[in-house]
């Protein structure tokens, strides 16, 4: 079974760094996502990727997030500068096309103190 | 976007009982996944239905799905200790909707 794969499983960071999560998606795949759960919370949508762009995002994700794709395996996202709210489970997921699966990855506990 | 609602919020059974969970759902839609996460981790693919089918199986799990009435089931048969989790549906639209918006889901409580 294929499945994508995100570094690191945690990261401790403090208020006001930055951060880049990391992400390999299935090789196949075309679209690839970032979601968010803080704990005891439904997952959030935050972003969708297609063809090297933006194709949806959501108003959490305001100027302090980025995605990237700069490899054409990786899919990053980055966070300018942490907030005490953005500590949560970070989750990459990718399909390869809008009909089929949508694979999740194992997540990234993010804590900023 | 598109929000699947599961039903109940809770479900507590012991094991080897079936556990039955619904999703509803406004839109019309392209397919719908089941997922699963366990406590802390990540979601965890358990089936994919198209608009054009009605039930499909996988080991112990049937899903089924009915359009007219915009909702889908998750069937779990004969359920073990590890079939413990939170449990949730995902349409996914006709139109647009590259995301995935997940409901509150259903937590399955299951007893040794």
């Known amino acids: 079974e294929p499945e994508v794969t995100q570094t690191p499983s945690h990261q401790v960071t403090q208020m006001g760094q930055e951060v880049i999560l990391r992400c390999v998606p299935i090789?196949?795949?075309?679209?690839f996502y970032w979601y968010r759960q803080i704990l005891g919370q439904k997952v959030e949508f935050l972003v969708s990727?297609?063809?090297?762009?933006?194709?949806?995002k959501s108003e959490i994700f305001d100027d302090q997030f980025s995605v990237e794709r700069p490899d054409g395996s990786n899919f990053t996202l980055k966070i300018r500068s942490t907030k005490l709210e953005d500590s949560a489970m970070y989750f990459c997921?990718?399909?390869?096309?809008?009909?089929?699966?949508?694979?999740f990855g194992p997540g990234t506990r993010l804590l900023v103190l | 976007s598109q929000q699947g609602e599961e039903d109940p919020q809770a479900l507590s059974i012991q094991e080897g009982e079936n556990a039955t969970m619904n999703c509803s759902y406004k839109?019309?839609?392209?397919?719908l996944q089941w997922y699963r996460q366990n406590s802390g981790r990540g979601l965890v693919h358990l089936i994919l239905?198209?608009?054009?089918?009605r039930e499909k199986h996988s080991g112990r799990l049937r899903v089924t799905l009915d359009t007219s009435k915009k909702s889908s089931s998750l069937l779990i048969t004969a359920s073990r200790a590890a079939d413990t989790a939170s449990y949730f549906c995902?349409?996914?639209?006709?139109?647009?909707?590259?995301?995935?918006?997940f409901g509150a889901g259903t937590r399955l409580f299951v007893k040794a």
């Open positions: 839109t019309s839609i392209n397919n």
């Open positions: 239905i198209r608009s054009n089918e």
């Open positions: 090789s196949n795949h075309l679209y």
């Open positions: 990727f297609y063809n090297n762009e933006i194709s949806e």
């Open positions: 997921a990718s399909r390869a096309t809008l009909g089929e699966t949508q694979y």
């Open positions: 995902a349409p996914l639209p006709n139109t647009g909707g590259f995301k995935t918006i």
